[in-house]
C-alpha cells in the first residue's frame, strides 16, 4: 500500500494563545511558534499503522516554503518513509482549491492507493481532501474514526456522524479519506527521532516538475481570499466574577443553588 | 444575480432546523433572487419532507432515487452536479454531511468554496464578503469569495436564524436523476452504547476540556461533581487523548445535554461543543485564558486555573451542605 498523507505547518494553539495584533486586523504574528496542525498527526499515524499491518510506503507532503520541511520531518521521525515538498513562487496565496490543484499534479505524477489528511487546519476549511477527491475521481469520505482493510482493493470505514453515532461505509481504493482526531494515539516523538531524519534529503518539487499550469495556482486563480482578521462579536459576554478564589467560590456556590445546580 | 438552491437535511421524514436556517442565509444574499429547496430522498419519506418545505420555499426540487434513501453524500453529490445549474450558490449546512458532500461539489460546479460562514457582509459585484472564524473562534475574518462561476457555502448551523415569514405555498418538482452509482457504499449506522453514566440525566455538569491537562485531575472534577450532586462530562479533547469514555462528551458528535447548570472548566467553547448544550442553561465558565471564546456565551466566568479554583469550590459546596471536607 503506497499512501500519501498531506499536511500542514499551523501556529501551535497548545504553544500560543492565539490575538489580534495591535492594528486589529491579523493576528499577532510576532514570536508566533508553528508545528504540524495537530489532526494531520492522527493522518500520519493512521497511515503508518495501515502500512505495518498490510505492507508499503507512506509519504508525508506539505505544499509551502522551506520554513514548512520541519513539519515534514517532523511526520518523518514518527516513521513516515518520505517527505516531499511542493513549491513554486507561483503557489504563493493558492486557496483551498489551489492547494487541490498542486496535490492532484503530484499524485497524478506519482500515484498512491489511499490518500489521507488531517480532518481540518485550525486556519482551514476543512476541504483540501474532498476538493483532491473530487479533481481526480477518486471516492471520499470526511470525519474517518476507523479503517479495516478488506480484500479485493476496499477498505471498510467509520465516519462520525450526529450523537456519538458512526456510520459504516465500505470504499474503494484508491480514494482520500479526512482522518477525525481520537482515532489513534499518534506515538511520541522525541528529539533523538527527528535527529535522525536531520539529514535524510527532502525533494522539493515546483510547478514545472508537475507540468502545472501557473495560471490555475496561485494568488491569481484564487476564489476565496481571507481579508482579514477582527474581533469576534462580544455576545452577551460573562460576568467575571471577581475577588479571592474563597470569595467566587462563595459566591459561585449561591448562584449555583439559585439556579437549580444543587441536587 | 445567481439563482441560489439550499440543500435540505432531513430524516425519518423530518425537516432539519437548518432549513429555515438557509432560507434566512439567501435573504441575506439576496433577497431578489431566485430561491429553490433542493432535496434528495426516496419513498413516503421525501414526500413528507417536500410537503412540509412547502409552506416556506417557493420552490422544491426534489430528488428522488432508490440509491438516496440514505444520503450517501457521494451519491447526493453525483445527483446535485448533474442538476444544479452551474454559476448556482448552493447553501449547505455546515454538519458532517456538509463537510462530506461539499469541497468536492464545488470541484463539480467549477464553484467556489467557503466552509462554516457565520455571517454574510454583503455582496458587491460577482464577490460576496463572508465571515469565517479561525482558531476554535477565538478570532473571526472576513473572506471575498469570487462567485462569477458560483459559490457552494456550508453555513454554521444557528448562525441565521430563520425569518417570520408568510407561507410560500411552494411547488415541488420533480427532477429526474440519472442512474447513480458511487464506490463508497454505505453500510450500516452504529448507535453508542450509553456509558456508565448518562450525562443528559442530570441537572449538573461539571465538564473539562483540554484544560484538566492530565487523566489524573479528572478527579477533581469528579469530587465537584459529587460535592453538588452532578456528573462528570467532556469536551472532544478529553475523549481523543482517551481520558474519558465518549459517552460522557457533550457537542455535536456527542451527547446533548439540557442541564440546569453546565460548568465548562478549561473548554474553549467551539461551536461544535455548544451544539450539544440546549435548553438554555445557566452556564458557568472556568479558564485561565480571559480571551476564551466560551466566556463570551456564558452567563458567569471565573478567570483563573480550574486546578486551583474548583478545589476551594467542592470545600465551599461541602461546608455549605453540612458535610466536613476532607
Known sequence: ?263 | MPRIFAYIVHKDGAVDDTALELRATAERIDSTAVLTAVVAGWGAELDAVCETLRASYPEIWKLSHECLAYPNAELVRKALAEVVPRGSIVLVPHSHFGVDLSPGLSIDLDAAFVSDVLEIEGLEGPSLKLVRQEFGGVVSTHVRCDISTGAVLNIRPGAFPPLDRAPAAGQVREVPVGPLTARRRYLSTIVPESGDVDIAKFKMLVSVGRGIQDPENVTIAQELADAVGGAVSCSRPVVDAKWMDKSRQVGSSGKTVKPKVYMACGISGSFQHLAGLKGNPFIVAVNKNSKAPIFRVADVGIVDDLLEFLPVLTTKALEERGVPAK
Open chain 1, 1 to 263: 500500500m503506497k499512501i500519501l498523507v498531506c499536511i500542514r505547518r499551523v501556529p501551535d494553539t497548545s504553544e500560543n494563545e492565539i490575538e489580534l495584533n495591535r492594528a486589529g486586523n491579523d493576528i499577532e504574528r510576532d514570536d508566533l511558534v508553528y508545528s504540524v496542525n495537530e489532526p494531520d498527526n492522527y493522518a500520519v499515524e493512521e497511515a503508518l499503522q495501515i502500512v505495518q499491518k498490510a505492507g508499503g510506503e507512506v509519504t508525508v507532503i506539505t505544499v509551502g516554503g522551506e520554513e514548512d520541511e520541519e513539519v515534514l520531518r517532523r511526520e518523518m521521525a514518527m516513521g513516515a518513509h518520505h517527505g516531499v515538498l511542493l513549491s513554486d513562487d507561483s503557489f504563493a496565496g493558492s486557496d483551498g482549491r489551489g492547494i487541490a490543484t498542486i496535490l492532484k499534479a503530484f499524485v497524478e505524477k506519482d500515484g498512491y492507493d489511499l490518500i489521507l489528511t488531517g480532518v481540518q487546519a485550525e486556519d482551514g476549511g476543512a476541504q483540501v481532501g474532498g476538493m483532491l477527491a473530487a479533481m481526480l475521481d477518486y471516492p471520499f469520505a470526511s470525519l474517518v474514526t476507523s479503517i479495516e482493510l478488506l480484500e479485493g482493493g476496499k477498505l471498510q470505514i467509520s465516519r462520525e456522524i450526529e450523537g456519538g453515532s458512526r456510520e459504516m461505509n465500505e470504499i474503494d481504493l484508491p480514494c482520500v479519506l479526512s482522518i477525525q482526531t481520537g482515532i489513534n494515539e499518534p506515538r511520541y516523538v522525541g528529539m533523538r527521532g527527528i535527529r535522525q531524519v536531520a539529514s535524510v534529503p527532502i525533494p522539493i518539487v515546483g510547478a514545472s516538475e508537475l507540468d502545472l499550469e501557473p495560471a490555475l495556482v496561485g494568488a491569481a486563480a484564487a476564489k476565496v481570499r481571507r481579508l482579514d482578521y477582527f474581533a469576534p462579536p462580544a455576545g452577551k459576554g460573562a460576568r467575571i466574577l471577581q475577588g479571592s478564589r474563597e470569595e467566587i467560590a462563595g459566591e459561585l456556590f449561591e448562584l449555583l443553588k439559585a439556579k437549580g445546580g444543587l441536587n
